[in-house]
């Protein structure tokens, strides 16, 4: 069985790669069972026959994921895979900003006209001082969100000589067993924002993050100094400006320009770079293949947005794997069973996950699936999809 994959942006050849023969990939596919993107705007209602959307990245909010959910179609993203990328531009940032690298490298345009040597070096001289800066070391950065990228930023802050207050109201295991000890963590972003010379930010896009740093949760903030490499809505832009400009703040990184922050003073401005790098495309491209692939030969899930977490390749007798998507509500297992059980069909293995909202089920079966069968839980109330994978 081939399957059609439509790209949506340049995909590093090296996740390509790795779809092999089954797979026909393009970026003129209008009927794919599968699309792979990073940073295009995907309205899944435009693509009937998709089954699974990869996201070469974290954020997924140029993707419909509300609409995909209601018609059964699995949102993956790569958490992780840029992390390294995007953790280092933090120290970029933060250095373009304490030793004003930019405004002296415009101060130095102005000597290109200078054909002596000895008037030039006596110009550098004279001119340096203006651009006088500061040290990392000792001072203290206030990490908002402790995920992947929050725990890198944490620990090269350490390693840079650095004190470190976080904020992360739900700390994972993992992710804490990675920090380093010395990292003080808290729930309350209060208390990071006022112990904070400098702040950056690592939290997803949500409805709750919406404008997390805003003119009430910034008035305690007496530091210098806000790096923004996650998403530009979490930080209020006026809030910004109005910091700007009564001098509270000195720099504002962003990696996500507008136009209100192009044309104000002390906005460090960057084209979003924060996972442009050749280690992160590729990372992050092998990681929503290998997703794309799992979901679509086996119906396995791994870092879905919208769909439950489910492993497990099918059973060794299999021949079809039914794929039944439905709404997470009481008595769907037994009624999916009735169905297939009235049909003479045996069920050789059957696995069930939800997550709160929807309801994931992967059953194989020694036989070849009829159409009506498929059709008759598709008619079942509170199913939203069902599809078949033929396997071997």
């Known amino acids: 069985?081939?399957?059609?994959?439509?790209?949506?942006?340049?995909?590093?050849?090296?996740?390509?790669?790795?779809?092999?023969?089954?797979?026909?990939?393009?970026?003129?596919?209008?009927?794919?069972?599968?699309?792979?993107?990073?940073?295009?705007?995907?309205?899944?209602d435009l693509f009937p026959t998709v089954l699974a959307v990869a996201r070469a990245g974290a954020g997924t909010n140029n993707i419909s994921i509300d609409k995909a959910s209601a018609k059964g179609v699995c949102i993956f993203n790569t958490p992780g895979a840029n992390a390294n990328a995007v953790a280092e531009l933090v120290f970029i940032g933060l250095g373009l900003s304490l030793r004003k690298v930019a405004k002296a490298l415009e101060w130095v345009k102005t000597l290109e006209g200078i054909t002596?040597?000895?008037?030039?070096?006596?110009?550098?001289e004279k001119g340096k001082s203006q651009f006088s800066g500061a040290e990392y070391d000792g001072k203290t950065l206030g990490v908002i969100g402790l995920g992947k990228i929050g725990v890198l930023a944490a620990n090269g802050a350490i390693n840079r000589g650095m004190k470190v207050v976080a904020f992360e109201p739900f700390p994972t295991p993992m992710n804490m067993l990675k920090l380093d000890s010395s990292v003080h963590v808290t729930s309350n972003l209060t208390e990071v924002i006022a112990a904070a010379d400098f702040i950056t930010v690592h939290v997803p896009l949500t409805d709750k993050t919406r404008s997390l740093l805003n003119k009430s949760s910034l008035a305690g903030f007496k530091g210098s100094v806000i790096l923004n490499f996650s998403r530009g809505a979490i930080v209020e832009d006026a809030a910004i400006v109005e910091l700007l400009a009564a001098g509270t703040l000195s720099n504002y990184i962003t990696d996500f320009p507008n136009p209100l922050l192009i044309k104000t003073p002390g906005v460090i401005n960057l084209p979003h770079l924060g996972a442009s790098t050749e280690e992160a495309?590729?990372?992050?491209?092998?990681?929503?293949?290998?997703?794309?692939?799992?979901?679509?030969e086996y119906g396995i899930i791994r870092n879905s947005v919208n769909f439950p977490a489910i492993d497990g390749r099918p059973a060794s007798n299999a021949k079809v794997r039914v794929v039944v998507i439905n709404q997470d509500v009481p008595n769907m297992i037994a009624e999916?069973?009735?169905?297939?059980?009235?049909?003479?069909?045996?069920?050789?293995?059957?696995?069930?996950?939800?997550?709160?909202?929807?309801?994931?089920?992967?059953?194989?079966?020694?036989?070849?699936?009829?159409?009506?069968?498929?059709?008759?839980?598709?008619?079942?109330?509170?199913?939203?999809?069902?599809?078949?994978?033929?396997?071997?």
């Open 1 to 44: 069985m081939a399957f059609a994959i439509k790209t949506m942006n340049k995909i590093s050849p090296k996740g390509l790669q790795l779809f092999g023969a089954k797979y026909a990939i393009t970026d003129g596919e209008n009927a794919p069972d599968g699309i792979l993107v990073r940073s295009a705007q995907v309205d899944t």
């Open 116 to 124: 002596d040597a000895k008037e030039m070096d006596e110009k550098v």
């Open 281 to 296: 495309e590729e990372n992050c491209a092998t990681m929503a293949v290998d997703q794309l692939k799992d979901y679509l």
């Open 336 to 392: 999916i069973t009735k169905v297939i059980g009235a049909a003479g069909l045996n069920i050789v293995s059957f696995k069930n996950e939800s997550n709160g909202k929807i309801g994931y089920n992967l059953i194989d079966l020694d036989v070849a699936a009829p159409v009506a069968v498929l059709e008759q839980i598709t008619k079942l109330d509170k199913v939203i999809r069902v599809h078949k994978i033929v396997l071997g």
